[in-house]
Each structure stands twice: as C-alpha cells, then as structure tokens.
C-alpha cells in the first residue's frame, strides 16, 4: 500500500471515530462556589423586580442570555399573566445586554441591577430577588411519617445521601402510599448549557404511577413536561420554578383512582400541587399513568418514586400526611 493511501485512510478513520465520539455531557454545577468559578453566567442569572414589573435572566451558557419581562411583577408575585415580552441576549465583558430584533439594546444585567427599556419605550430599573418557598422546613403535623430528614436513607430502595445529608435521586419509598398529603423539598444543579430534558431532570412520582415533573425550568414557558406539570397531562397555571440552586418545594395534596370490586376504575386518581407555596393544580384529574410509571394503575399502594433521569438532583425534608 502507498504510504499516502495509508495515511488518506487513517484520517477517515480518525474523522468517523471523532464523529461517531459521544459528545460530553454539559456541566452540572452543584455549589454556587463551583458555578461562579465557571464564569459570570450564574451571577447574572435571576429574578429582577420592582413596582409593576418582574424580570427572569436566564443563562444558556456559550455567553447566551434570555430576558423575561412580566408585567405586574414575578410570576406569582404580582405577574397578570398577560403575554411575556422575551429578549435575547449575550455577554458583554461582565454585562449580559439584550438586544431587540432591530439591534437596539434595550437591557442590561450587572451588579445586582437590570436595566432598560419596555416594549412601550419605558425606562426601567429593577433589583434582583431572591425568592423562598414559604413552605421550605415545613414541620410535620402530627400523624405525618417522616420519610426522610437527612439522618438516614433507611427508609429507601437503594437510598443514597451524600456528604450534605441529602438524598439522591434515583430511589423508591418503602412506605406504600394511598391518598394524602406529601411535602418534599429539591435542589436543582445549574446546567446552563442542558436543554429540554436534560436541564436537571428527575420527577416525584405518587404511588409510582403519577409525575409530577422536576426539571430546570426557570424562566421557560411552563408546559406539561416542565416543571411543576403533571407529567403530559396538565401544564402548571404558573410557572413556580425558582433559579437552581435554589431549594424549592413541592406541597401535594393526592387522592387514589378509585376501582370497584370487579377491578374497574371508577374514578381518577387527583392531584392538587403548590410548587414554592403556589397553587399550580386544582384537583386536577390524572386518567391513566404518567410516562415511566413503574406500577401500572390498580387498587393497591404504592410508593414514593424520586426520577434518575441522569441528572444530580436532591431531595431532603420529605414526610407523608396519609387522609384520614
């Protein structure tokens, strides 16, 4: 063989094997320590609010931004949920400016402030927040069982805590639930280069049945596969999603499918969800399992399922109110 044939062929193969390479996966910062050594990204990212007005930044990583502009205030916090004005925008030395479509710069994020104008040409100046669930250390009443205070992982399949005393993802309650109440608290990385399903995922499953999604959803539309949506079912009436790395909580309130004797469903199984102390779903009818369910619907319990979807999420404060 020539020795320029040989090296023509060596190359194709370096191209197909550097092709066919799995590309890595994005960063998932687990600390602020760790996400502001990344970079100005998470600093930036964050709610901005004043009098009438409520701002999401969001940080997408490779220097991109988007801005989220409510009017009336944050959402659950005064927004009217009337039509969000959304902006991109990129890093600028330690600035993210946002740009209109005809090049205009119409906001900046630095130091604490964003400033700019709206969409009626007015001037604004907003300070960053830092929003807490109300229900975030939640006591349990009396009568709850406490699935999980960070002493042990006793009570789960395969329970993991790490070295913070939290739960790991990827786990199933021992206890075996009906109707009741759950409070549950998650901790979500900062991934600003993950997209869709792989921005932090995972999911709280009722009786291995019924989601309830987790996903870094800050900012985005609020669809059923995001954040607070009852997995492919019901999108949340707001989008509760703080930043990540910031503790959030779920409070649910679950009533079991009702079946007769003959084993036929007689009623849905409903959820009433506030996600950060927010009412996001109603009684809202789930009609069959959601995707990934590991038990299919029937009259017996079941447990408690904390989603692996490849992503470090954790969870601590979980305790369980059964209905009397």
């Given at each position: 063989?020539?020795?320029?044939?040989?090296?023509?062929?060596?190359?194709?193969?370096?191209?197909?094997?550097?092709?066919?390479?799995?590309?890595?996966?994005?960063?998932?910062?687990?600390?602020?320590?760790?996400?502001?050594?990344?970079?100005?990204d998470?600093?930036?990212?964050?709610?901005?609010?004043?009098?009438g007005?409520?701002?999401?930044?969001?940080?997408?990583?490779?220097?991109?931004f988007?801005?989220?502009?409510?009017?009336?205030?944050?959402?659950?916090?005064?927004?009217?949920?009337?039509?969000?004005?959304?902006?991109?925008?990129?890093?600028?030395?330690?600035?993210?400016?946002?740009?209109?479509a005809?090049?205009?710069?119409?906001?900046?994020?630095?130091?604490?402030?964003?400033?700019?104008?709206?969409?009626?040409?007015?001037?604004?100046k907003?300070?960053?927040v830092?929003?807490?669930?109300?229900?975030?250390g939640?006591?349990?009443?009396?009568?709850?069982?406490?699935?999980?205070?960070?002493?042990?992982?006793?009570?789960?399949?395969?329970?993991?805590?790490?070295?913070?005393?939290?739960?790991?993802?990827?786990?199933?309650?021992?206890?075996?639930?009906?109707?009741?109440?759950?409070?549950?608290e998650?901790?979500?990385?900062?991934?600003?280069?993950?997209?869709?399903?792989?921005?932090?995922?995972?999911?709280?499953?009722?009786?291995?049945?019924?989601?309830?999604?987790?996903?870094?959803?800050?900012?985005?539309?609020?669809?059923?596969?995001?954040?607070?949506?009852?997995?492919?079912?019901?999108?949340?009436?707001?989008?509760?999603?703080?930043?990540a790395?910031?503790?959030?909580?779920?409070?649910?309130e679950?009533?079991?499918?009702?079946?007769?004797?003959?084993?036929?469903?007689?009623?849905?199984?409903t959820?009433?969800?506030?996600?950060?102390?927010?009412?996001?779903h109603?009684?809202?009818?789930?009609?069959?399992?959601?995707?990934?369910?590991?038990?299919?619907?029937?009259?017996?319990?079941?447990?408690?399922?904390?989603?692996?979807h490849?992503?470090?999420?954790?969870?601590?404060?979980?305790?369980?109110?059964?209905?009397?």
């Amino acid at each position: 063989m020539k020795p320029s044939l040989l090296i023509l062929l060596l190359l194709g193969a370096a191209c197909v094997s550097a092709a066919d390479a799995p590309k890595p996966k994005p960063a998932a910062y687990l600390t602020e320590a760790e996400a502001r050594a990344a970079g100005p990204d998470y600093e930036l990212q964050g709610e901005y609010a004043d009098a009438g007005l409520g701002a999401q930044v969001i940080a997408l990583g490779d220097s991109k931004f988007r801005l989220v502009l409510h009017t009336g205030g944050l959402p659950g916090a005064g927004w009217d949920k009337s039509a969000k004005t959304e902006v991109e925008g990129a890093l600028d030395g330690a600035k993210a400016v946002f740009k209109s479509a005809d090049g205009k710069v119409c906001g900046t994020a630095a130091g604490g402030l964003l400033t700019g104008t709206d969409a009626a040409g007015k001037a604004f100046k907003l300070i960053k927040v830092f929003r807490q669930s109300p229900t975030l250390g939640a006591k349990p009443p009396a009568g709850a069982k406490v699935l999980f205070d960070g002493s042990s992982a006793d009570g789960w399949q395969n329970g993991k805590m790490d070295e913070r005393k939290l739960l790991r993802c990827g786990t199933k309650s021992k206890e075996m639930i009906q109707s009741g109440t759950l409070h549950i608290e998650f901790f979500l990385p900062f991934k600003p280069l993950g997209r869709g399903q792989d921005r932090g995922n995972s999911g709280v499953y009722l009786q291995d049945r019924y989601e309830v999604q987790v996903l870094d959803s800050f900012g985005l539309k609020g669809e059923n596969n995001e954040c607070g949506g009852i997995y492919s079912k019901h999108r949340p009436a707001v989008n509760m999603c703080l930043p990540a790395l910031t503790w959030q909580t779920y409070d649910i309130e679950f009533t079991s499918a009702q079946f007769d004797a003959a084993g036929m469903k007689t009623k849905d199984a409903t959820l009433t969800v506030k996600h950060n102390g927010v009412l996001i779903h109603e009684k809202a009818p789930v009609n069959s399992t959601t995707t990934a369910a590991g038990l299919k619907e029937g009259p017996t319990p079941g447990p408690i399922q904390l989603q692996d979807h490849g992503n470090p999420i954790f969870y601590r404060n979980i305790w369980w109110l059964p209905a009397k």
